[in-house]
């Protein structure tokens, strides 16, 4: 798994964490459900490999691609829900204060 990273603001944050630790974990949060999925990974970062480069290179953005990172995943681990606030879309938000407003009146 990996994503392109592009030519920006010259902060290299990611980057630079990356030269120190290549251990890292990503978190996808599904706060409808209450469902947390932590990723376990080893994250590299590919400067030099076209093939790879291409591989993240998405092609409706006009950006160049100056690397990758590429992550080797080693585990996951579904989270406790217990501190997972439930947040809903502004749709189902309008929808409840619709029905709210319906039955006040």
Not at 38 to 66: F, S
Not at 72 to 90: A, F, L
Request: net charge negative.
């Amino acid at each position: 798994m990996g994503f392109a990273d592009y030519l920006g603001n010259v902060q290299y944050i990611s980057v630079g964490n990356l030269s120190e630790h290549d251990k890292t974990f990503l978190f996808l949060m599904d706060y409808r459900n209450r469902h947390r999925l932590k990723i376990l990974v080893r994250a590299r970062i590919v400067e030099d490999d076209p093939a790879i480069l291409a591989q993240v290179q998405d092609l409706d953005y006009p950006a160049t691609v100056e690397r990758a990172i590429i992550f080797e995943i080693e585990g996951c681990d579904w989270n406790c829900p217990q501190h997972i606030p439930v947040r809903y879309s502004q749709a189902v938000v309008e929808a409840m204060q619709a029905r709210i407003r319906e039955l006040e009146n």
